[in-house]
């Protein structure tokens, strides 16, 4: 059936360094993508979505990548800091929103 | 301008007992989620409701179940509640419209342990 899911379910990386997260996705007829952050005892916080038309899209030190050839998302972040420490989930919408599993962040001072 | 609000944010049952949760949307906000958190699961959808009427539904029994007031104000109800329904739920809300231009806002939750 149709998944939304994570490669890795945990990352841990230095203070400084950048961080990639990556989620893949089956259902070819999803055309928006969203990542949430969810820190602990806390609700998933938008942080940057990308439409289907769409390769490549920035924020402030994240970047999403949408690679529909090989239905691959990605989530960059640059010069982690120790408040990027959270859960992060991928999101896809089609008949309605699924989520993926979610990979935990962990940055090491 | 007021997030989505959940309440209460901790509660604990026995099986077998009924439980109502709350969740009052951000203004303006016409459409309100609920998912259900799990570690084994994940996020998973339980149903939309939109100008008081359920718009969408995911994949669980009919112990689940909700309704929207006029107000926008939305509760989920579970009956006959069950050890696996133990869980973190949560609360979206959106403006309605395109998901593209209206996405989802979460609240913080409410923790249900069942015992």
Redesign the interface.
């Known amino acids: 059936g149709e998944s939304v899911g994570l490669h890795l379910p945990t990352l841990s990386v230095q203070e400084g360094d950048n961080s990639i997260i990556n989620c893949a996705y089956s259902n070819s007829a999803s055309d928006y993508f969203i990542w949430y952050k969810q820190e602990s005892g806390k609700g998933p916080q938008f942080i940057i979505d990308i439409r289907s038309n769409m390769d490549k899209r920035q924020g402030q030190r994240v970047t999403v990548l949408l690679n529909k050839t090989v239905k691959h998302l990605s989530l960059q972040i640059a010069a982690t800091q120790p408040g990027d420490s959270a859960v992060y989930f991928c999101a896809e919408t089609g008949y309605d929103m699924r989520f993926g599993a979610g990979t935990r962040l962990t940055v090491k001072p | 301008k007021a997030g989505?609000t959940q309440t209460p944010r901790y509660l604990i049952k026995t099986r077998g007992q009924q439980v109502t949760l709350s969740c009052s949307p951000i203004s303006g906000h016409r459409s309100v989620?609920w998912y259900q958190q799990t570690p084994g699961q994940?996020?998973q959808?339980l149903f939309?409701y939109f100008s008081e009427t359920q718009r969408?539904k995911?994949n669980f029994p009919g112990r689940f179940s909700g309704r929207q007031f006029s107000n926008s104000r939305s509760e989920m109800n579970v009956s006959t509640l069950e050890l696996g329904d133990s869980a973190l739920y949560?609360c979206?809300s959106s403006w309605d419209g395109p998901?593209?231009d209206s996405?989802?806002?979460?609240?913080?939750?409410t923790r249900l342990t069942v015992t």
């Open positions: 989505v989620s994940g996020l959808f939309e969408n995911g949560l979206a998901i593209q996405p989802l806002h979460f609240g913080n939750g």
